[in-house]
């Protein structure tokens, strides 16, 4: 990797810290636009040094923005005007930092399983043509508890979120991760060069650890869940976790709609978008009263009637 000189910026707004080429003047944070920023020392740019792993882009500027466009359009309860008046001028390609967590697991599971049997009891039945009352038995089912348990393996590589900016909700919307070896590995000082961004983790390689475990531990729970009728306990075993830092590519939309910025993010190599859009108001209001208005014609209608 050839060296090149970077520096690295925070945000006061929402907290992220990103790193850029030297040449780079940001004069607002690419994440929610806000201009309070300032730039750290150097040394903070620790990321070029630990070589994260990069997995390239494969969705260009041009089919970024086309793609954006569409999605801003397809939304039936988006202002119609949205996608012809929203500037979408304000865009970045951003690293974003993620721990890719593996780990192999054993669960050791109690439960149990249920067979149907059934049992003679006696009842009574009145006779409705001699009103007479008689007894007679009948087989009747009832269920018969058997204590079972086992053990299952899994393997795990859970993507873990460490941006400071980005919220989980936002980083997951944009799953899958091609991060195999086909993914297209950059040169990460290239990119930089190339007027790319890449933000520094907020989350530590042992926050992001105990993250991966509490998630797996709920897929595991799930799927001893499938294995038996009635699942009891599920302990699950961890072995040794390696964790990997990830940068994964996003594109980051800041745009306008009517004085207000949205964000919108883009999977850099799948174009999968995730961000809120503005609802309008006018199409909402239609939503509820052309309903109320049917039904309060069917019932005066219905009165008139009588
Ligand atoms: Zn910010």
Redesign the pocket.
Same mark, same amino acid.
């Given at each position: 990797m050839p060296d090149i000189a970077v520096k690295t910026i925070k @945000?006061s #707004? @929402?907290g !992220?810290s990103l790193t850029g080429i030297s040449s780079w003047k940001p004069t607002v @944070?690419d994440? @929610?636009g #806000?201009a309070v920023i300032v730039e750290l020392p150097p040394e903070t740019a620790s990321a070029l040094a630990d070589r994260p792993r990069c997995v390239g882009f494969r969705i260009d500027a041009a089919q970024a923005v086309e793609r954006l466009k569409a999605w801003l359009k397809s939304s039936f309860w988006a202002p119609g005007d949205l996608a012809s008046t929203a500037r979408t001028d304000e865009q970045a390609e951003i690293y974003v930092p993620a721990w890719e967590v593996k780990v192999d697991v054993e669960t050791a599971w109690q439960g149990a399983r249920s067979e149907t049997r059934y049992r003679r009891v006696s009842k009574t039945r009145t006779d409705p043509q001699t009103g007479r009352t008689e007894r007679y038995e009948e087989d009747e089912p009832y269920k018969e508890w058997y204590p079972a348990s086992g053990t299952r393996h899994g393997s795990y590589a859970e993507m873990i979120n460490a941006s400071g !900016?980005l919220t989980q909700q936002e980083t997951s919307a944009l799953m899958p991760w091609d991060t195999g070896a086909e993914a297209g590995e950059e040169d990460l000082a290239a990119a930089l060069g190339r007027g790319r961004r890449m933000e520094e983790p907020s989350v530590s390689e042992a926050e992001a650890t105990t993250r991966a475990r509490e998630i797996i531990e709920g897929k595991e729970r799930a799927e001893c869940g499938k294995l038996i009728e009635r699942l009891d306990s599920a302990s699950t075993k961890f072995g040794e976790f390696v964790a990997r830092r990830a940068i994964l590519p996003v594109w980051v939309f800041r745009y306008q709609y009517k004085g207000k910025v949205q964000r919108a993010v883009m999977n850099g190599q799948t174009g999968e978008l995730h961000g809120e859009r503005p609802v309008s108001g006018l199409k909402v209001a239609l939503a509820i009263a052309i309903p109320i208005v049917i039904i309060a014609g069917i019932v005066i209608v219905s009165m008139l009637m009588k």
């Amino acid at each position: 990797m050839p060296d090149i000189a970077v520096k690295t910026i925070k @945000c006061s #707004s @929402c907290g !992220a810290s990103l790193t850029g080429i030297s040449s780079w003047k940001p004069t607002v @944070c690419d994440y @929610c636009g #806000s201009a309070v920023i300032v730039e750290l020392p150097p040394e903070t740019a620790s990321a070029l040094a630990d070589r994260p792993r990069c997995v390239g882009f494969r969705i260009d500027a041009a089919q970024a923005v086309e793609r954006l466009k569409a999605w801003l359009k397809s939304s039936f309860w988006a202002p119609g005007d949205l996608a012809s008046t929203a500037r979408t001028d304000e865009q970045a390609e951003i690293y974003v930092p993620a721990w890719e967590v593996k780990v192999d697991v054993e669960t050791a599971w109690q439960g149990a399983r249920s067979e149907t049997r059934y049992r003679r009891v006696s009842k009574t039945r009145t006779d409705p043509q001699t009103g007479r009352t008689e007894r007679y038995e009948e087989d009747e089912p009832y269920k018969e508890w058997y204590p079972a348990s086992g053990t299952r393996h899994g393997s795990y590589a859970e993507m873990i979120n460490a941006s400071g !900016a980005l919220t989980q909700q936002e980083t997951s919307a944009l799953m899958p991760w091609d991060t195999g070896a086909e993914a297209g590995e950059e040169d990460l000082a290239a990119a930089l060069g190339r007027g790319r961004r890449m933000e520094e983790p907020s989350v530590s390689e042992a926050e992001a650890t105990t993250r991966a475990r509490e998630i797996i531990e709920g897929k595991e729970r799930a799927e001893c869940g499938k294995l038996i009728e009635r699942l009891d306990s599920a302990s699950t075993k961890f072995g040794e976790f390696v964790a990997r830092r990830a940068i994964l590519p996003v594109w980051v939309f800041r745009y306008q709609y009517k004085g207000k910025v949205q964000r919108a993010v883009m999977n850099g190599q799948t174009g999968e978008l995730h961000g809120e859009r503005p609802v309008s108001g006018l199409k909402v209001a239609l939503a509820i009263a052309i309903p109320i208005v049917i039904i309060a014609g069917i019932v005066i209608v219905s009165m008139l009637m009588k």
